[in-house]
């Protein structure tokens, strides 16, 4: 037996809506079942969801109902130890919309699928708690367990929300027991769905606030990091690119002192908000052509963090290795506290010392990469190319 307790995620919000949820949970069950008994069990089976033949208020009723005091328990649990932090998240109104809409939604798979009645908070409650695991999937989990003997322990929310909550009770521990009928699997599966779906959906199209551990941010730095490892297989060609006025003799970009005039700086919103379309279209090498334009007009401005990445790697790829040492170098200045940037200064590094032949320019880089890298491939990759180049430079590697 495993369960939840809690997590270390932190509310930068009372989550008043979920406390209002919770007694909402509490209040219907005192009334109907503790107070009401069999005197109110005609309006409580009024209430539940039909499957053979619903009523458009119950697939928001039934919500609300609860078997016993056992099923309401462990409902409320799931919901007070996921809920608190989805609900801070995305604020009251539209905490309380999303619960709703998920558990209206589990009903309707549940209905398609079933004939029996249905009730309980579940599918909410199973929408909720994927809600969190997009919007906290790094976060840990605090559990109690006893098989043997009793414990507590933290888990990474992947793991407990995917493998324990969705997996093994939802899919393989029904199959494994298929006479356990009295559990609606297929509210709790179409509620992950849905709270997979719209709260990533909500994320991507910024009507939550985003976060860089949420999971979309998540999934964008995997790409950012398969584009910087597509970039570091690129083949040995050209020692030279275009656009030798980019670099100083050291590799670096030349800075530029004198002011930009408000024509110039006209232009140069104009040329982001181009390239971004290029961008957007997949025109990569329109992309590098406009960024080209923007460069000369506006030296000391860069893109946005992902935009300057992808137009850095493009460059790279595309082996204008200078241009693209200048891309990165205005990346690195602006955007230094990213998460990829260890990774970026190894890409720099070897572009400085194996296509550039910049070896003192690329030193500095390796060096900053090896102290923040953590994979071990990429940290021995390092440390090779920064004692070849302390051989080149009359150094000794640490």
């Given at each position: 037996?495993?369960?939840?307790?809690?997590?270390?995620?932190?509310?930068?919000?009372?989550?008043?809506?979920?406390?209002?949820?919770?007694?909402?949970?509490?209040?219907?069950?005192?009334?109907?079942?503790?107070?009401?008994?069999?005197?109110?069990?005609?309006?409580?089976?009024?209430?539940?969801?039909?499957?053979?033949?619903?009523?458009?208020?119950?697939?928001?009723?039934?919500?609300?109902?609860?078997?016993?005091?056992?099923?309401?328990?462990?409902?409320?649990?799931?919901?007070?130890?996921?809920?608190?932090?989805?609900?801070?998240?995305?604020?009251?109104?539209?905490?309380?919309?999303?619960?709703?809409?998920?558990?209206?939604?589990?009903?309707?798979?549940?209905?398609?699928?079933?004939?029996?009645?249905?009730?309980?908070?579940?599918?909410?409650?199973?929408?909720?708690?994927?809600?969190?695991?997009?919007?906290?999937?790094?976060?840990?989990?605090?559990?109690?367990?006893?098989?043997?003997?009793?414990?507590?322990?933290?888990?990474?929310?992947?793991?407990?929300?995917?493998?324990?909550?969705?997996?093994?009770?939802?899919?393989?521990?029904?199959?494994?027991?298929?006479?356990?009928?009295?559990?609606?699997?297929?509210?709790?599966?179409?509620?992950?769905?849905?709270?997979?779906?719209?709260?990533?959906?909500?994320?991507?199209?910024?009507?939550?606030?985003?976060?860089?551990?949420?999971?979309?941010?998540?999934?964008?730095?995997?790409?950012?990091?398969?584009?910087?490892?597509?970039?570091?297989?690129?083949?040995?060609?050209?020692?030279?690119?275009?656009?030798?006025?980019?670099?100083?003799?050291?590799?670096?970009?030349?800075?530029?002192?004198?002011?930009?005039?408000?024509?110039?700086?006209?232009?140069?919103?104009?040329?982001?908000?181009?390239?971004?379309?290029?961008?957007?279209?997949?025109?990569?090498?329109?992309?590098?052509?406009?960024?080209?334009?923007?460069?000369?007009?506006?030296?000391?401005?860069?893109?946005?963090?992902?935009?300057?990445?992808?137009?850095?790697?493009?460059?790279?790829?595309?082996?204008?290795?200078?241009?693209?040492?200048?891309?990165?170098?205005?990346?690195?200045?602006?955007?230094?506290?990213?998460?990829?940037?260890?990774?970026?200064?190894?890409?720099?590094g070897i572009v400085y010392?194996?296509?550039?032949?910049?070896?003192?320019?690329?030193?500095?880089?390796?060096?900053?990469?090896?102290?923040?890298?953590?994979?071990?491939?990429?940290?021995?990759?390092?440390?090779?190319?920064?004692s070849q180049v302390r051989?080149?430079?009359?150094?000794?590697?640490?």
């Amino acid at each position: 037996m495993i369960i939840p307790i809690g997590t270390d995620s932190p509310l930068d919000r009372r989550p008043v809506a979920n406390y209002a949820l919770i007694g909402a949970n509490l209040l219907v069950f005192l009334v109907l079942d503790w107070l009401g008994g069999a005197a109110l069990a005609p309006l409580k089976d009024r209430l539940t969801l039909h499957a053979d033949e619903p009523r458009l208020f119950e697939f928001v009723t039934y919500q609300f109902l609860h078997g016993d005091g056992i099923h309401l328990f462990f409902n409320m649990l799931f919901l007070w130890v996921f809920g608190n932090s989805v609900n801070a998240r995305m604020g009251h109104v539209a905490y309380v919309l999303f619960y709703l809409a998920s558990g209206v939604f589990a009903g309707l798979g549940y209905a398609w699928l079933n004939v029996h009645s249905l009730l309980g908070a579940s599918g909410s409650i199973a929408a909720v708690t994927m809600a969190y695991l997009v919007l906290f999937p790094r976060t840990n989990v605090s559990i109690i367990y006893w098989f043997l003997f009793i414990g507590h322990l933290q888990i990474p929310s992947m793991i407990i929300i995917l493998l324990k909550i969705v997996l093994w009770d939802n899919i393989i521990s029904p199959a494994l027991d298929p006479q356990a009928t009295n559990v609606a699997y297929s509210a709790h599966l179409a509620g992950y769905f849905f709270g997979f779906g719209v709260s990533l959906l909500m994320l991507w199209l910024r009507a939550l606030p985003r976060s860089p551990f949420d999971i979309l941010s998540l999934i964008w730095r995997a790409y950012q990091r398969h584009s910087l490892v597509q970039a570091l297989r690129s083949p040995a060609a050209q020692a030279r690119a275009r656009y030798g006025d980019m670099a100083r003799t050291d590799g670096r970009a030349e800075p530029h002192t004198k002011p930009q005039a408000p024509e110039q700086l006209d232009e140069a919103d104009a040329l982001k908000a181009r390239i971004s379309q290029a961008l957007g279209r997949n025109d990569r090498s329109g992309a590098v052509e406009l960024y080209q334009q923007f460069v000369e007009v506006a030296p000391r401005q860069v893109l946005s963090r992902q935009q300057q990445l992808d137009i850095a790697n493009q460059l790279m790829t595309d082996r204008h290795y200078v241009l693209a040492a200048g891309a990165y170098e205005a990346f690195l200045r602006h955007y230094a506290d990213t998460p990829d940037a260890e990774q970026v200064h190894l890409l720099l590094g070897i572009v400085y010392a194996r296509y550039l032949e910049q070896y003192a320019a690329a030193e500095p880089h390796f060096r900053q990469a090896l102290e923040r890298l953590s994979d071990p491939r990429q940290r021995q990759q390092c440390q090779e190319w920064l004692s070849q180049v302390r051989d080149v430079l009359g150094g000794d590697a640490d």
